[in-house]
């Protein structure tokens, strides 16, 4: 094994999940961590913003004024148990939201209660945006390369330049709204909007809306206007649905699913690829969101391609740039806080020098192996990080000898998306997984000093 270097400088860009636990791992490795964070508050995503009234209806601006997404009734789509690192279970506390799908308010505490007991807050710049990271040469193939992180406090006059060892970017990927093309999208004149700031039902009371995409926000979207809007019409890309959508919009008069758009005209009328139509009142974009880095100068070495952040080894690194500049948190589809905890060990371990990674050559290749295996497979370009696959959570955690999630782990997250598949309305309040349940608290994951966690 390599012999360990000197500490690193280093800057963190975001303190969401993935950016928290990077800062503590970079930090329990030696290293000099700066977290970069352009709100007031941890929590990246989870941490709720009420105000959107200033955000661009359509979230065109490269800079978002609204970093979160989530609107206010949203709740976990799988269980607490899953969802904490492997060394702080994500537990039932007393007096506070005690479902095992929580709402986002009781996950934000969570990552908070994360930063407390590890004592990340010291490290992090509050109300701080990043305006731009540029490399301050280019030697060697990123092993002695510099960074000029540009940043502006909220309330100062002037940005701050600061050099630092090395950037990891942490900025999560559920802002940027991705939207279709729709012809006469840009002259329909009345309300469009995206997922990205729908917060609340009621502006929508007494509307005909139609939501385009049958996705988890869609789905949550579509079930909580059903109490407000006049009509709701879901928009999806096959009629071919789950046994449990299809329950909800039998049970609904007011809810009704059609194909997708084929066009949308300036007196309101929404066309349909079968040939119907509807006047329509306001359109929600349930479609997804981009990978966006508007601060990100990387000399077009690092490029966003239809959603292919690329190219990176492992989705974490630039073969050119590692391990000097690192991403956390690209893929999609997995259980997210023990693999960003992953990323984060390999991240340090690489800087300090206790690891290295496979040469240029080697890590190129296997970047070009995985594309074309995503391209005889017949997957779009933009669901290129959407792995959706535990084996490839164990081969990462085999390069720095992380466990494997465990088999517990697997299976509530299977259980929780086959009862979503069957009962959508219901599922995350009535499940039939009590012995996969009890298998997981008796799990050292679940004995963990330090949260105070209730067991069943």
């Known amino acids: 094994m390599p012999s360990i270097t000197m500490s690193k400088n280093v800057c963190v860009i975001g303190s969401g999940p993935s950016g928290l636990v990077a800062a503590r791992e970079l930090r329990k490795e030696g290293h000099k961590v700066v977290v970069f964070e352009q709100n007031h508050d941890v929590g990246g995503q989870w941490l709720y913003d009420p105000k959107i009234e200033d955000e661009e209806l359509l979230g065109r601006d490269n800079f978002l004024k609204v970093h979160s997404s989530i609107y206010a009734s949203l709740r976990l789509v799988s269980p607490r148990e899953i969802m904490g690192f492997t060394d702080f279970p994500f537990g039932m506390k007393k007096g506070r939201d005690t479902r095992r799908f929580p709402g986002h308010k009781e996950l934000l505490l969570y990552l908070k209660d994360f930063s407390e007991c590890f004592g990340l807050r010291e490290m992090i710049r509050f109300n701080t945006r990043v305006e731009n990271v540029e490399m301050l040469s280019f030697p060697n193939f990123g092993k002695d390369l510099k960074w000029i992180v540009k940043s502006k406090e909220k309330m100062a006059e002037k940005a701050v330049e600061e050099v630092y060892d090395a950037v990891v970017v942490a900025t999560g990927h559920y802002s940027k709204p991705r939207l279709p093309k729709i012809k006469g999208m840009d002259a329909w004149r009345r309300k469009q909007i995206h997922s990205h700031i729908y917060r609340v039902p009621e502006p929508f009371k007494n509307e005909v809306v139609v939501v385009i995409g049958s996705s988890l926000s869609g789905q949550d979207i579509s079930m909580e206007l059903v109490d ?30 059609h194909p997708q758009i084929d066009s949308l005209h300036e007196d309101g009328r929404v066309l349909f690829i079968d040939g119907s139509w509807l006047i329509a009142d306001t359109i929600i974009y349930c479609t997804g969101y981009s990978y966006s880095f508007p601060f990100l100068d990387t000399k077009g070495i690092v490029v966003v391609d239809d959603d292919r952040v690329g190219p990176l080894y492992e989705h974490t690194f630039p073969p050119s740039l590692a391990p000097s500049l690192s991403f956390i948190g690209i893929p999609r589809k997995l259980i997210g806080f023990p693999f960003f905890e992953c990323q984060a060990k390999w991240i340090s371990q690489l800087l300090s020098g206790k690891r290295t990674l496979p040469s240029w050559d080697e890590m190129m290749q296997s970047i070009e192996e995985f594309y074309h295996s995503r391209d005889v497979a017949g997957i779009p370009k933009h669901n290129t990080h959407d792995l959706a696959d535990f084996e490839y959570c164990d081969k990462y955690a085999d390069y720095i000898g992380f466990p494997h999630l465990e088999e517990w782990r697997k299976e509530l997250c299977l259980s929780a998306l086959r009862s979503s598949d069957v009962n959508l309305e219901t599922y995350r309040d009535s499940y039939e997984d009590e012995e996969m349940l009890q298998e997981a608290h008796k799990s050292p994951h679940f004995t963990q000093l330090g949260n105070e966690a209730v067991t069943l």
Request: no cysteine.
């Open 228 to 257: 407000v809007a006049k009509e709701i019409h879901l928009s999806a890309k096959s009629l071919d649905i789950s046994e449990g959508l299809s329950k909800v919009i039998s049970k609904y008069d007011n809810l009704h699913l």
